[in-house]
Structures are given as structure tokens and as C-alpha cells.
């Protein structure tokens, strides 16, 4: 059984159509725990009147999708958990395909659907994520076709439409509350990698975001992206990988900040860093898991592949 939680801010735009999508998924056996994270909209009684059998549940503040998220997967006895954003649209197979993946293998952690574009159900605009050496994600295959992609293993699953094995999620200790919404699907993946499990990509489980309520490149997003990231390099490295890959990082935040000086938000960025620097001891625990040196080697090995790879890959996170 798969339990499909669905945290939302602000989604009544596209919140019907999302919740269509999954109620007619090929698969029936799920349910669905509906997350309102204060929301100033009209989300709530939308859901309330027009999808009764979903539970509903109402924050009265923005706690952030790490929170609402391990507070459910920690209460359900459902074997896996699946996070959908509001402005998401899944495929009737979506959830179907990736079960069969997950089942054929126990160090599956997760599995990744395809992104493709609303108009175009044939061409991909990401196919899970890449992480280079410099701690720079970016989105994979994007323009590529949907047949000619094949399940492989990635880095990181975008956290919207992907499936987790939940015993494994919560022996991670799930997502990294302090994240608020933002990076936390890369910083788990790479414990998972840590930790010997695999995130799958699945070619035959298609979602495509609306974008009415996809998160805008805003002073926030930019400073908690900066912020998030330093941690996560922090807390998935040890103090000598950090200073083997140090020149790498430095260029990655060059790239970076030259990337939003087109849009003046370099500053923002550089706050972030600077924040992220400041606090890493403080908010973060490290994830330890044993005997993970070889799987670090693994792990640093597919990175440098992936450093070297992302110029041919055409979405950037």
C-alpha cells in the first residue's frame, strides 16, 4: 500500500486537477493525506467538498514540507510514501510503474518518474537529478525522448511524484526539517547513496508540473538554495573530501553567482552561503551510516561523471 501525501501552500488553482490525476491511477490500493500549510486561499474547503474520502489535515502555520511530511510517514503503516506538489499532473500508470521497480529490488530507496512537458507527454524535461563535484544539481535527459530513456540509476529524485521505500526513509531520519522546502530531495538522496540504496529512474511513470504553483527563483528560494547547499555539503562530507573538493566548490559557487548577477540576486546568494557557513554546526547532525567508504568512493566516482556530463544536459537547477 502506498500512502500519497500531498502538503500545499496556496494551491487551489491546480489542486483539482492534481487530485483527479491520482484518483485515476491504474493502481488503487494508496491513500491520500491532504497537508494545508496556512494557506490564504480557498484549498482547504475545495478538498474538503470535492474529494471527501482524502484526509485533510491544517496547519495553522508554514512549517515547511520536511516537517509535514516525516510527521506522516512516521505515523503510516503503508510500505511506501509518495509526495505529489498541488501543481502536479500524474499519469495513470505513474504510480503503478514505479511500484513494479521498487518491488524488484529491497536496496531500491527510491524511484524516479520522468518530468515531461504538459503539451508534449513525449519528450522529458528532466529525468531525475545530477550532483556535481562543485555541489551544483541539475536536472537530467531533459529534451530528450520518453522511449528512448531506460531505468537506470541517478542521483536524487525530484521530490514531487517520487516513490520512497518508507522503512528506509525513516532509517535516514527522513527529510532535514531545518531545509523548509528547498534541497531537502537532494540531501536525502545522498544519504540514501551513503547508506547503499539506490534511487531508479522509471521511464514509464510520467508527471508534469502546471507551474501555477512551482517555486519562483525569488530573494527566498535563492538565499535558502545558497543556505541548503553549504549544508549539504557539510553534513555528506568529511572534513578531507570537503578539502580535496574545495576547488571544485568554489567554482560551483562562481557558476552560481554568475548565474543570478544576470538577474541581481547574486547578493541574495552570497547572503545565503554566508548564513549556511555560519550555522552548519549548529542546525546540522551528520548522518554517519557504517562501513560507508566504499560507497563515498562510489558516490564521488558518479560525481565526477556528472561534472563532467553536465554541459550536455540542457535544464539546470
Partial sequence: ?????????NGEKTLEKCLDSIQNQTYKDFKITFIDNAS????????TEKFPKVEVITNTENKGIGVVVNNVAVKTNCE??????????VEKTWLE????????????????????YPHNLAVAKQA?????????AFGMYGGKKVAKLKPKRVFAAPMSGALYNKKIFLNLNGYDEHYFNV??????????WRAGYKTILC?????????ANAEAVDDTYVRLEARNNVWTIYKNLSAWSRFWHGYFINRGREKMLRRY????LHDVYFRGVKEGLQTRKKLIKRFKPKKSFFNSLKINFKRLGYSWRRPFHKRIL
Fill in 40 to 47: 490564504m486561499d480557498d484549498s482547504v474547503a475545495l478538498v
Fill in 261 to 264: 548577477r544576470k538577474n541581481r
Fill in 80 to 89: 511506501y510514501i509518495c509526495i505529489v506538489l498541488p501543481d502536479t499532473v
Fill in 203 to 211: 521511464p514509464e511513470s510520467l508527471v508534469y508540473r502546471l507551474g
Fill in 183 to 192: 534541497w531537502q530531495d537532494i540531501d536525502i538522496s545522498w544519504r540514501g
Fill in 1 to 9: 500500500m502506498v500512502h500519497i501525501i500531498l502538503p500545499n501552500t
Fill in 97 to 116: 510503474s514505479m511500484l513494479k521497480v521498487a518491488d524488484a529490488d529491497p536496496t531500491i530507496f527510491s524511484v524516479c518518474p520522468v518530468l515531461v
Fill in 128 to 136: 531525475g537529478y545530477g550532483y556535481t563535484l562543485g555541489g551544483m
